[in-house]
């Protein structure tokens, strides 16, 4: 018969390898490598879409968008499992006593930096077009009621976010949800009005990624711009989520504050794309 602190050793064991499945190894775990198949799927899907245009086309057209999809899904499964698994599976039991959050603001902080460079990419070819004879060719109308509809929602939610977050410091429970859901609300908003973009472009007027360089430049920072918004509102729905469950408060909020980050980094984002290629693209150099 066991002592009561082997009796806890072992069953600290047992905890150790369900928190570390599959391994059974402290701090190893498997679903980097899920995140990482999920985003050779994306971007295979992404280059099978090409292969499948056109008149002689090698694969049919439903192959890459099929791809890409379940690329995506399976990103946001792996990303779900590594964040549950790093974050949430021994929440209760974890002091914050001790806690760096510095470091978590610090690596998404760095995180935002990578992204600024790769959106930097884009615009830097979007001024390279721009260089030649402008415009391109006949251009799609852009300025319409659903980029404003679109600019409204992003910006509001910039600050229901803002005031959700001092609600949840102040102790508002009640306010902090109501502004949290908001803000998710208003993220959905965005994304449907850009798919209802999309449509209205694709299908009744026939622009679409391979219309000229400007078809490129435009879907291709307006697509990366709103799949950040989609991951932005998948975050926020997972910090409602946490927070109706009761698991944030102003001293566990080291998530909200990194999301935060994030949100306002792409609300700033798509002021520039407004003023670039939705304004911009009106006017000649």
Do not use: K
Not at 24 to 46: D, K, M, N, R
Not at 104 to 116: H, K, Q
Not at 205 to 212: I, S
């Amino acid at each position: 018969m066991g002592t009561t602190s082997e009796t806890a050793e072992e069953t600290g064991e047992d905890e150790a390898l369900w928190r570390d499945f599959p391994t059974g190894h402290e701090e190893a775990t498997w679903w980097p490598v899920a995140c990482t198949i999920g985003l050779i799927g994306l971007y295979f899907g992404a280059g099978l879409y090409f292969f499948g245009t056109g008149e002689n086309a090698p694969i049919p057209p439903t192959i890459g968008p099929v791809v890409f999809a379940l690329g995506s899904l399976g990103f946001i499964a792996g990303a779900f499992g590594w964040f549950y698994q790093g974050f949430l599976v021994d929440f209760w039991t974890r002091s914050t006593e001790g806690r760096e959050p510095g470091a978590l603001r610090g690596a998404m902080i760095l995180f935002i930096l990578t992204d600024i460079a790769t959106f930097s990419a884009g615009f830097v070819y979007y001024a390279f077009i721009r260089v030649d004879q402008w415009p391109p060719g006949e251009l799609p109308e852009l300025l319409t009621p659903v980029l404003i509809v679109n600019t409204v929602a992003l910006v509001a939610s910039s600050f229901t976010l803002h005031y959700a977050h001092q609600g949840l410091e102040e102790g508002n429970r009640r306010g902090f949800l109501g502004l949290l859901g908001v803000t998710i609300l208003l993220g959905v908003i965005f994304v449907s009005g850009q798919i209802y973009e999309y449509y209205t472009l694709v299908v009744h007027e026939g622009f679409t990624f391979t219309t000229g360089i400007f078809g490129s430049a435009f879907f291709g920072l307006t697509g990366l711009h709103g799949l950040h918004v989609l991951a932005g509102t998948i975050f926020l729905g997972i910090l409602f989520a946490r927070g109706l469950l009761g698991q944030l408060s102003d001293g566990r909020d080291t998530s909200m504050v990194t999301v935060s980050y994030y949100w306002h980094f792409v609300d700033v984002v798509w002021i520039f794309i407004i003023a670039l290629l939705y304004f911009g693209a009106e006017f000649s150099l």
